[in-house]
């Protein structure tokens, strides 16, 4: 089969074209012909060998993937050859920049209705990690504020959508070029945090009192200076560790006087939160975003635009032409 990986860490360069033997499911298994495959940050994470994790070369990264089931392995039987399935590869195995792909069924299930495949493969990885952030280690409930921290990117605007849906009030930070993008998306108040401390716009918008929970997508110091911009008890999720270099413990200190909550959030992969994603996506209460579509040759190109770090949504590379 086609695939796109890599021989060695290195830069957007070692991602190169090869041959490989078209995998076999096992087990628990299903074989996935892949239509598209969303490139995410953990993918030059790892090309550039940042990840404290054990990988064999050669190496096929791409976590979020939107397909058709080829082949299904013994014990399977929730899905059948020619089901349209999407779902987000263990960062463990190979990944997804491939015309096929294997993966357990549990983590994996049917493509909503109505999107194209290079729609419903921009969802998995950070719908999941939005929604889980939010909902599941926040608590966010109707009525709450809430902050993302780089609102425009693929996770922030899946933030942006289900904390609107779910009845918060939604503040945002991103560059000046992203505000009309993310009102579109359902961001009450926009912080551009190029030009304005987002501690002070924070509290001047609340009267003084801070959000309730804030997402962190960018780490370090905006970590840091996140519990500042809480209200009392409240609540940060921060999910970009290798972003973490530089907070002191003593700058951690405001989270004391908020008696505040922190949550270190891993994705995890779970068929119950693509089945909410895909009721919301069936019914249009989320949006998916692709800001580009590229054929899988062309995944370096991918790369460069998401090292960047100013990606707005998602960019996608469409292995079967839809
Ligand atoms: N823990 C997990 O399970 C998990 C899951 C998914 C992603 N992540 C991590 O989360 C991070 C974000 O992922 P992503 O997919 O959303 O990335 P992305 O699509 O590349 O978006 C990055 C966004 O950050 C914004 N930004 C950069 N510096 C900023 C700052 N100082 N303040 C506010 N916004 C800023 C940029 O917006 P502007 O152009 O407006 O500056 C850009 O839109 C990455 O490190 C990724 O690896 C972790």
């Known amino acids: 089969m ?55 070369f050669p190496l096929i990264v ?21 089901d349209a399935v999407y779902y987000s590869p263990e960062l463990a195995f190979q990944g997804a920049y491939a015309e096929y792909h294997v993966v357990d069924a549990g983590i994996v299930t049917f493509k909503p209705d109505g ?4 729609e419903a493969a921009s969802v998995p990885l950070c719908g999941m990690t939005a929604w889980q952030a939010l909902f599941d280690r926040a ?5 709450e504020t809430v902050l993302v921290h ?25 560059g000046p070029e992203n505000h009309d993008y993310l009102e579109d998306l359902g961001a009450d108040v926009i912080i551009d945090y190029r030009s304005h401390d987002f501690v002070e716009a924070v509290r001047d918008a609340t009267k003084g009192r801070g959000v309730d929970v804030v997402l962190d997508t960018v780490g370090g110091e905006v970590f ?32 004391f006087f908020k008696n505040a909550e922190a949550h270190f959030h891993l994705m995890q992969r779970r068929r119950d939160t693509l089945d909410q994603l895909a ?23 991918a790369h460069r635009r998401l090292e960047t770090g100013h990606g707005r949504g998602k960019v996608v590379l469409e292995i079967v032409k839809g």
């Not at 780089?150 to 991103?174: D, F, K």
Request: net charge negative; hydrophobic share 45%.
């Open 2 to 56: 086609k695939a796109v990986g890599i021989t060695q860490f290195g830069g957007p360069e070692t991602l190169q074209p090869m041959a490989l033997p078209q995998p076999e499911p096992r087990e628990g298994q299903l074989l996935v012909k892949v239509h598209a495959c969303a490139a995410n940050p953990v993918d030059y994470k790892i090309r550039k060998g940042l990840l404290p994790m054990k990988f064999e």
């Open 62 to 82: 791409g976590y979020d993937v939107s397909g058709v089931v080829e082949a299904v392995g013994e014990g399977v039987a929730d899905f059948v050859p020619g």
């Open 224 to 255: 840091a200076r996140s519990f500042t911009a809480l209200a009392p008890q409240g609540c940060v999720v921060a999910i970009a560790p290798e972003a973490m270099g530089g907070v002191s413990l003593e700058a951690l200190a405001p989270a």
């Open 279 to 301: 009721r919301l996506l069936e019914r249009g209460f989320l949006d998916p975003v692709v800001e580009s579509v590229l054929p899988l040759e062309r995944a370096a190109e």
């Open 150 to 174: 780089g609102a425009a990117g693929g996770v922030g605007a899946m933030a942006i959508q289900l904390a609107a849906w779910s009845g918060c009030e939604v503040y945002a930070t991103a």
């Open 139 to 143: 608590g966010l409930r109707g009525g």
């Open 115 to 118: 999107l194209t495949h290079v």
